[in-house]
């Protein structure tokens, strides 16, 4: 079975699709064998611009430059995409000395991109080249070039992007993280530029997500069991820590903690005497799904939340779950 054969059974499709995709990474793999030094320099001149870069592409490789650019911006490097036709009316005027443009073509010769490249010579703005055909008008415009080396398409007919378009979006990614680690992109850079969806949540701090201030369930060590039960009511987190007079959680007290010492004299108990001493805490500036793998793993469902030895907050499983923090 290869790919000038029409499927005849599912089995056929599978294996047609098995056989485009090993084309696909085979050709991922010859271009990162031959990127060389070129790579290198692309990168030093991107972290080198004051401004912003633009991806810029026609066709297929549009949008490959449009995801390209997301990427890029998501990862701490400003970047946006400028379609080569919108350039060519008035868009150019987005590309400032400052800029760096990144243009992909794998043929290289797009008429749409002509002003684009004609502008950059102009005014010297660095042109990192993403094409196949060294020879073609972007290379030879181009600052640098990277190469994607392919010479015969995935598609059957050698016609579709399939190959050369997996290879620029294979460098763009590439570019992207080798800058995001050059600028030493965190984490908590990271849920900057990502506070929606799936992906926010699990960027969500322990700050983010606890009860803080007066909602916090506190109680002084010379209280009785009778208070702690008032405090615990009105907060209504199923706990309440216990302070020291430095105002430091020696214990809490759980509504688990009531149900063991039940007893006819509970209520006027010292809360001393049935408190949880060393209870599991957390630090804020933790991730919150740190905080539900703990709470998972200790088999509990509230944590108070510690600076200096005293509690900041509360963080609960059922707030964590709220907030989309699986």
């Given amino acids: 079975?290869?790919?000038?054969?029409?499927?005849?059974?599912?089995?056929?499709?599978?294996?047609?699709?098995?056989?485009?995709?090993?084309?696909?990474?085979?050709?991922?793999?010859?271009?990162?064998?031959?990127?060389?030094?070129?790579?290198?320099?692309?990168?030093?001149?991107?972290?080198?611009?004051?401004g912003r870069i633009i991806v810029t592409g026609m066709g297929k490789s549009?949008?490959?430059?449009?995801?390209?650019?997301?990427?890029?911006?998501?990862?701490?490097?400003?970047?946006?995409?400028?379609?080569?036709?919108?350039?060519?009316?008035?868009d150019l005027g987005m590309i400032t000395k400052d800029d760096a443009v990144i243009a992909i073509g794998h043929g290289g010769e797009s008429r749409e991109l002509g002003d684009i490249l004609n502008y950059c010579t102009r005014f010297n703005v660095p042109l990192i080249a993403i094409t196949g055909k060294l020879?073609?008008?972007?290379?030879?415009?181009?600052?640098?070039?990277?190469?994607?080396?392919?010479t015969d398409?995935?598609?059957?007919?050698?016609?579709?992007?399939?190959?050369?378009?997996?290879?620029?979006?294979?460098?763009?990614?590439?570019?992207?993280?080798?800058?995001?680690?050059?600028?030493?992109?965190?984490?908590?850079?990271?849920?900057?530029?990502h506070p929606g969806g799936k992906l926010g949540s699990q960027l969500l701090k322990v700050a983010d997500i606890m009860v803080k201030g007066n909602d916090i369930p506190l109680i002084q060590s010379t209280a009785t069991v009778a208070d702690a039960i008032i405090e615990m009511t009105s907060k209504n987190?199923?706990?309440?820590?216990?302070?020291?007079?430095?105002?430091?959680?020696?214990?809490?007290?759980?509504?688990?903690?009531?149900?063991?010492?039940?007893?006819?004299?509970?209520?006027?108990?010292?809360?001393?005497d049935i408190m949880t001493t060393n209870p599991q805490t957390i630090q804020q500036n933790l991730f919150a799904a740190s905080a539900v793998s703990l709470m998972q793993e200790k088999k509990i469902t509230t944590l108070f939340v510690m600076e200096n030895k005293k509690p900041v907050g509360v963080l609960r499983i059922l707030d964590c779950l709220q907030a989309g923090v699986i």
């Fill in 1 to 50: 079975m290869n790919l000038t054969t029409l499927p005849q059974t599912n089995q056929d499709d599978l294996k047609i699709a098995i056989e485009l995709l090993q084309k696909e990474a085979s050709a991922i793999l010859f271009m990162a064998e031959n990127l060389g030094d070129n790579l290198t320099n692309t990168i030093q001149t991107l972290c080198n611009i004051k």
């Fill in 135 to 150: 020879e073609s008008t972007l290379a030879k415009a181009a600052t640098f070039t990277l190469w994607d080396g392919v």
């Fill in 153 to 193: 398409e995935a598609c059957p007919l050698n016609m579709a992007p399939t190959s050369s378009s997996t290879c620029a979006l294979a460098i763009g990614d590439a570019i992207a993280v080798t800058m995001m680690l050059r600028k030493g992109f965190t984490k908590e850079d990271f849920s900057k530029y």
């Fill in 237 to 272: 987190l199923g706990g309440v820590g216990i302070l020291n007079t430095n105002n430091e959680l020696i214990g809490i007290i759980s509504d688990g903690d009531l149900k063991r010492h039940m007893s006819e004299t509970l209520l006027t108990t010292k809360v001393t």
């Fill in 62 to 90: 549009g949008h490959i430059g449009a995801k390209i650019a997301a990427t890029l911006a998501s990862t701490g490097t400003p970047a946006f995409f400028v379609h080569p036709s919108e350039a060519s009316h008035g």
